[in-house]
């Protein structure tokens, strides 16, 4: 049940699946049937990298009743809660599901509004699974059938094939227990094949033969009627997995699956950024432009750039980066951070270099790449809650009169924190992507740091090795 022993070449592998089935303007269909259903789609985001996909969509970082109703006013049908609960403990990151549930339900109650509501967390697999989608099962007074597991992340290389969920490693898809990420001091697993990744990490409370499967045969040979009738069948929130290898499954699949929830199914949706697009009837979009860029806040001075994630591939996009000319690396040393005597000095000296770097330069923050562990009665998530709100405190302490032009984060925990803490964002709409499909925009609004400044969302694990510097590139040539 766990899958292949190793990867396989990944044209050889899909070919060998039934064709693509491709449904006509599926999109204005899903947007049609958006609309009669009368339902917000309501994404609580357990990390800020995932509005990588979407645009035009507003995105709280709070999420009062007072905020959800301003939600509510906005144009779009989806908005985004960005919880960030990835980064903490689990029981917190349950209240934290358990208070946004009782908020949406006061909301729902006010206005007549009714919501879908997707659990967003991270395309390989990591997070607070089932602890999220139980508190929200459990509190949001909804008698769920079913619970939709959907982590595919196209534009990533992350698909769901036979109830494997590959990761796209250049030419070879590799199952997921078997990448770096399987091995996450706070998050790891082993198991590939999606149910019994569900029985492992329900401790076998749930087996992984009592979980449900849509096909990929059901969606390219079947259609949407087949998706609806697998998903008729589904009750007692017993999770389903979702075979995808492309956005145009997923338009299948929730093509079936918005009809089976017309007629009296419900779900809770669990899945990666992919699913949220097209459950959100959002069309894609390409790149955006330095109109849209700097059409709030015109382009002056230099940019900044935060680096926290430690990832493999982070460190080699690191080096890509520094190598650009005209960039000014100022390294954080995690060691001095974690010793409560050297500490302050550390941050100082970081500060000092950013603001006199930032007159001149391009300049990039990023922590030094050895890996240090828990110990000394700290965990692995300790040292990076410390870390996190060192890089804080650099954004916190960037001079007002040298503004960047632009403030890219990287990695979740990071982007999350110089996004609330760093930047004051409570509110504000995800423009689009800088490179398509996995690096969010969002413009700040007028009670931030920095009115209209562009803030840039990249995820740790996703992109090719000369991403960030291709972002940086396009972000000073705006």
Known sequence: MNGPPGPVE??????????????????????????????????????????????????????????LRWALEQPSSTFYILTNSRSFPEEEAAGMNREISANLASVAERTGEDFAIVSRSDSTLRGYYEAETEALRRDLGVDFDGIVLCPCYIEAGRLTVDDIHWVRQAERLVPAGETEFASDASF???????????????AGRIKASEVSSVELADIREGGPGRVAEVLLGVSGGRPVVVNAASYADIEVFVLGLLDAEKRGRRFLYRTGPSFVR???????????????????RPRRGHGLVLVGSHVEMTTRQL?????????????????????????????DRVASEVNLGLAEAEVVVYT?????????????????????????????RVD?????????????????????????????????????GIISVWILPEDSAFPGLPYIIFAGNVGEEDSLARVIEILREG
Request: charged share 25%; hydrophobic share 35%.
């Open 10 to 67: 990944a044209s050889e592998y899909l070919a060998s699946q039934p064709p693509e089935l491709r449904v006509p303007d599926a999109l204005e269909r899903i947007r049609c049937k958006i609309s009669e259903s009368g339902r917000r789609l309501a994404v609580l985001d357990d990390d800020p990298t995932g509005t990588q996909t979407v645009h035009g969509v507003p995105v709280l970082t709070t999420w009062s009743v007072e905020d």
């Open 188 to 202: 790891g697993y082993s198991s590939s094949n999606l149910a019994a990744w569900v029985e492992e990490k329900t």
């Open 278 to 296: 097209v459950r959100g009837g959002i069309s894609e979009k390409g790149p955006l432009g330095a109109d849209e860029l700097y059409g709030h």
């Open 319 to 347: 080096e890509y980066a520094l190598a650009l000319s005209g960039v000014r690396a100022v390294e954080l040393s995690v060691p001095r951070l974690l010793d409560a005597g050297t500490r302050d000095g550390e941050l």
């Open 368 to 396: 030094s790449r050895e890996v240090v562990h828990g110990g000394a009665g700290r965990t692995g998530l300790d040292v990076g809650v410390s870390v996190s709100d060192a890089l804080v405190e650099v954004m916190r």
């Open 400 to 436: 007002r009169r040298l503004p960047p032009a632009f403030v890219v984060a990287k990695g979740g925990i990071t982007s999350s924190d110089i996004g609330t803490r760093g930047l004051g964002v409570r509110r504000a709409e995800v423009a689009g992507q800088v490179l398509p």
